[in-house]
């Protein structure tokens, strides 16, 4: 009994490390494997006469990402807002300014894929796409100012100044990427919304942006084509790849047709290792899989919610309600889109859809939430 | 750092709240979809997925009345192969070019092409497909296909007919019985890419095909054949156009062969027949053109065309004649070698005139101012009645496409003259068939029958589905003008103008006729013959015509020999047994006798034999004095004239 209080502490107190957060993203990235192998094999074996073209390039990524997540989780978050020694200059302002140059950059020398211009040619790595690594840049600078002075957010003013702050990134993003601007969005509000302890301002404000939102989709031809045809998806001619998703997914019935027993992936549906994935996921595993896909989904926003609430500091909440605020987005719009239950917008489901930038960015989050969680004192 | 305060975790919990509810949202939606919308929607992908493939039914095969194929089905096969499904490209390139016989370079450009799938060869013999199903090879498509396929090529081709691209009837028969031949298509329905791509194994739906029913004619190939070759040899001897003779059962009107020389060969119907190519050497044939030389190849000309009878149209008048009452066996006419009509002086075929005679003595001598004066003894009015009795005015009702109708004189501007050449068939036109049927009619006793082919329909398994039934009308010529016109007929070939067709044996009844073609005096001429046996009870009957002969064109010295051959062919073949008369028995010097023994004898001894009896050709091979074999045997009974063999040691 010799011990000092200190030691005594330091006995009882231990960084906690959420594994099972690490092995569900662990899990959700195999599966995503497995399923852009069963939906891409088909449309890779007959464009590139190789069936697992997009598995490898996936599976390259994936296992980058993987290898940065548990790197980046063995860093404390907070050196992100520490000034480096040399340039006296926090990490957080150089990823502002990094993502404001490239996607000036991007807007200017990008290449154009179905008629956006969204990525930077990097040669053999293939196409990175900077809007991604923005969505990095806008938890953690959005988390940042915000911690600044928390206080502030409490009036409109506040949250007004944060919106200036995260403006340049997003006003670059919407020229080109009107879903991506819109997860981005999503993002800073929760953020803003976690911090403030007032919440009538984000009523008004929220109308005011639906109002504005509305504005834009029906004064902007293409997107108001899109509503066209999220009416009637069935009748429209522009409909045709979200009435065959929606086939896919009604013909799955309960129990799905089986792993690898698509029909619709054979071209039906264009590109169904992309945004369509969760379809095919639903006609071979059917509403079965389909739940417990969700219910994983739930099990991950849930693992990082218990971080989030647990965090030492605001700025570890903050950063760990973005990533939710990230993830759950993305999953719920992806979703919404693939039943057609508001109108198309491309949006990839996290850790399954194909892409490598996205999974990358994803899993870099992953690795920021977990070191988050590291950074928990938790008692044995 | 500040810290991390009660409301922000209360504010976390309500973003958290709102994505939880978002997605039981969502789940309820995807239930809706998956469960309520399932059964609707995912029918409506199957109909995407499933290319329905049409499986042709086996078309019905036809038969001759000796149960005879003679249209029936080839299978073939065509080969593919399917670009993406192929593993062992040089393999393939190989195995194909060596079995089909293409070149490497052919197949390489098929097999590396990037496509769904892409036809190497079709009308592959299934043969060669088997062994190129035997190396399993990956990728490649072997698909079984019928071919219509005519055993016997060239006979009977303008009758018979052939098929198209899609199994379906061209032409003749093929044509008339479709519906019966044709059978159901079946489909299988195959799942698809949307790229149109078979998925393998795949479940199948699959609709079998139902096989088309049988064509069983009376048609015989056996008299076809003999009357084939007796038409080619007439037209090849007189260089004439074309020949065409029609073999029928005169009782009941069952077609036993239609000749239309020269033919074509069924299993190429898109290639000219020689003679055409000849005639158009040196010429630019435009694909109109060749539509046209086509059409005249295919076209049955018995049926389709029509000619003026000439003389063999005397049965008619005759027959009308004898029934009217006008005219008796006995009563005398005069022939000064022509006869005024009207203003008109109208020559008989013999110059001088053929002087006094009987009416029977005028059908023998097939005297035009004869016939001339009975007709117009039976008169306009008559003369159409009878005509139609006899079905002149009506199409035969044959089950042949494209039959033609009569070209008469409307019965009210026929004034003597019109009548005059109508009563030796001139001045109109009827298809042979016509003149065959209502001929028929005069001697069988007063029918008039349907020609036909067909006779049953039969499915696939044999049993019968239909018997076909054709009009015939009792009574259309009295029992006893019937009788009389027999012996008339007979008369012409013992003792008249058809002498050429005699035949020692048989009794043979028939009229002869030279046509000149219109307009006159071109010298082209019909040479035509109609003829039948027994006399007494006509079981067959016959019509020839030469179409442009060159040289002697007397239907009676060049028809009436090639009905006469036919006859000798085909009469014991139908089992119509030779009846000779006694005066018959000396003058041809038929009869039987006892083969006596050779074997033995020396050279001397087989002369002295040999004066006794009545042997044909003697042959004697070997070198030796003494007979060795002998055949026939000895004690057997054969015919005088019989060929002999002895063999020498």
Redesign the interface.
């Known amino acids: 009994m010799s011990r000092t209080a200190g030691e005594t502490n330091r006995k009882k107190m231990h960084s906690y490390y959420d594994y099972s957060l690490l092995f569900l993203t662990l899990f959700l990235v195999c599966f995503g494997l497995v399923m852009i192998y069963s939906t891409s094999s088909y449309n890779a074996q007959r464009v590139y006469g190789n069936a697992t073209h997009y598995l490898e390039r996936q599976a390259l990524f994936g296992g980058a990402g993987i290898l940065i997540m548990l790197l980046v989780s063995k860093i404390d978050y907070r050196l992100m807002i520490t000034k480096l020694a040399v340039i006296k200059i926090k990490p957080v302002t150089l990823l502002y300014f990094l993502c404001i140059i490239l996607q000036i950059y991007v807007l200017i020398f990008g290449d154009v894929i179905n008629g956006a211009k969204r990525w930077i040619n990097m040669g053999a790595l293939g196409r990175f796409q900077p809007s991604e690594l923005t969505k990095i840049a806008v938890i953690v600078f959005t988390a940042y100012i915000v911690n600044l002075a928390p206080r502030k957010l409490d009036r409109f003013r506040g949250f007004l100044r944060v919106v200036l702050f995260i403006a340049p990134l997003l006003g670059l993003i919407v020229i080109e990427n009107f879903s991506t601007a819109l997860v981005v969005g999503v993002i800073m509000v929760a953020i803003c919304f976690v911090a403030s302890k007032k919440k009538f301002y984000f009523i008004i404000s929220g109308l005011l942006m639906a109002g504005i939102g509305s504005m834009l989709i029906f004064f902007v031809s293409y997107r108001s084509t899109r509503i066209d045809v999220w009416l009637n998806v069935e009748t429209h001619e522009k409909g045709y790849q979200i009435l065959q998703g929606l086939y896919a997914i009604a013909s799955g019935g309960i129990f799905g047709k089986g792993l690898g027993e698509s029909m619709q992936k054979l071209g039906f549906i264009p590109e169904s290792h992309n945004d369509m994935i969760f379809s095919v996921i639903c006609e071979e595993l059917g509403l079965f899989g389909a739940v417990a896909l969700i219910l994983l989904f739930i099990l991950l926003i849930w693992r990082i919610f218990i971080i989030a609430i647990n965090a030492p500091d605001l700025f570890g909440g903050l950063i760990a309600t973005g990533v939710l605020a990230h993830i759950a987005t993305q999953v719920l719009i992806n979703i919404a889109v693939v039943t057609n239950s508001i109108p198309s917008t491309g949006i990839p489901l996290p850790f399954i859809s194909y892409g490598g930038s996205s999974v990358m960015v994803l899993l870099f989050e992953m690795g920021i939430v977990l070191s988050v969680s590291n950074q928990i004192k938790a008692e044995r | 750092?500040?810290?991390?305060?009660t409301?922000?975790?209360k504010?976390?919990?309500?973003?958290?709240s709102v994505?939880?509810l978002?997605?039981i949202a969502?789940?309820g939606?995807?239930?809706y979809?998956?469960?309520a919308?399932?059964e609707?929607?995912?029918a409506?992908?199957?109909q995407?997925?499933e290319r329905e493939r049409a499986i042709k039914a086996e078309r019905g095969s036809i038969y001759d009345r000796n149960g005879v194929e003679i249209a029936t089905n080839k299978p073939v096969c065509t080969i593919s192969v399917i670009h993406?499904q192929i593993t062992d490209p040089e393999q393939v390139i190989r195995v194909l070019s060596d079995l089909l016989g293409l070149s490497e370079e052919r197949v390489r450009k098929r097999v590396e092409k990037v496509s769904s799938i892409e036809r190497v060869k079709s009308n592959v013999d299934k043969e060669i497909a088997d062994k190129i199903r035997e190396y399993d090879l990956n990728g490649v498509m072997v698909d079984e296909d019928y071919k219509r396929y005519y055993p016997y090529g060239s006979l009977a081709s303008k009758v018979i007919g052939f098929t198209g691209s899609d199994n379906q009837g061209i032409i003749g028969l093929e044509v008339k019985y479709e519906e019966s031949l044709k059978g159901i298509d079946g489909t299988i329905l195959t799942?698809t890419?949307?790229?149109g791509v078979e998925?393998p194994n795949a479940a199948e739906d699959r609709i079998e095909p139902q096989p088309g029913n049988d064509l069983h004619l009376s048609l015989d190939v056996n008299i076809q054949k003999y009357a084939e070759q007796a038409a080619k040899k007439v037209m090849q001897a007189k260089s004439a156009d074309n020949v065409k003779l029609i073999v029928m059962n005169p009782q009941n009107g069952e077609l036993y062969a239609m000749v239309n020389v020269p033919e074509f060969d069924l299993n190429n119907p898109y290639t000219l027949i020689d003679e055409i190519v000849k005639e158009h050497e040196g010429e630019q044939i435009t694909s109109e053109k060749m539509n046209e030389l086509l059409n005249g190849m295919w076209r049955n000309a018995c049926i389709s065309d029509t000619y003026e009878p000439g003389s063999a149209f005397k049965i008619v008048t005759a027959t009308a004649a004898l029934e009217e009452k006008v005219v008796e066996l006995d009563d005398t006419f005069h022939c000064p070698g022509y006869k005024r009509v009207e203003d008109r002086i109208i020559r008989c075929h013999k110059a001088g005139g053929h002087g006094t005679q009987t009416f029977v003595e005028g059908i023998r001598n097939s005297c035009n101012p004869v016939f001339m004066e009975i007709g117009a003894r039976v008169g306009v009015e008559r003369m159409y009645y009878y005509f139609d009795k006899m079905g002149l005015f009506d199409k035969t009702g044959v089950d042949l496409p494209g039959e033609a109708n009569s070209i008469m004189h409307k019965k009210d501007i026929i004034k003597a003259v019109e009548l005059a050449t109508m009563s030796f068939g001139q001045s109109f036109q009827i298809t042979p068939l016509q003149l065959l049927v209502a001929s028929s009619a005069a001697v069988n006793g007063g029918k008039l029958v349907t020609p036909h082919f067909g006779v049953e329909i039969k499915a696939p398994d044999g049993r019968t589905v239909k018997t076909l039934k054709y009009d015939t009308e009792e009574g259309a010529v009295s029992k006893e003008t019937s009788d009389i016109m027999n012996e008339l007929l007979e008369s012409v070939i013992s003792d008249g103008t058809g002498k050429r067709a005699y035949l020692p044996g048989f009794k043979i009844g028939g009229k002869t006729a030279t046509s000149e073609k219109l307009p006159r005096r071109t010298g082209r001429y019909i040479s035509s013959f109609i003829g039948f046996a027994p006399a007494d009870n006509p079981q067959v009957m016959a019509i020839v015509l030469i179409d442009e002969p060159v040289g002697i064109y007397y239907g009676g010295t060049i028809a009436a020999p090639v009905v006469a051959e036919l006859f000798d062919n085909i009469l014991p073949y139908m089992g119509i047994e030779e009846r000779y008369t006694e005066e018959e028995l000396q003058k041809f010097n038929v009869g039987t006798f006892q083969v006596p023994n050779f074997v033995g004898k020396t050279k001397k001894e087989v002369k002295d034999l040999l004066k006794v009896y009545e042997f044909g050709e003697i042959y004697s091979p070997g070198e030796g004095e003494t007979v060795m074999e002998q055949f026939p045997l000895p004690g057997e009974t054969v015919e005088k004239e019989s060929d002999l063999i002895l063999y020498y040691n």
């Open positions: 750092m500040a810290r991390n305060r409301y922000n975790k504010n976390i919990l309500v973003v958290v994505v939880i978002a997605a969502l789940t939606r995807l239930g979809l998956m469960i919308k399932s609707d929607y995912a409506r992908a199957k995407l997925h993406s799942l890419t949307a790229y998925i």
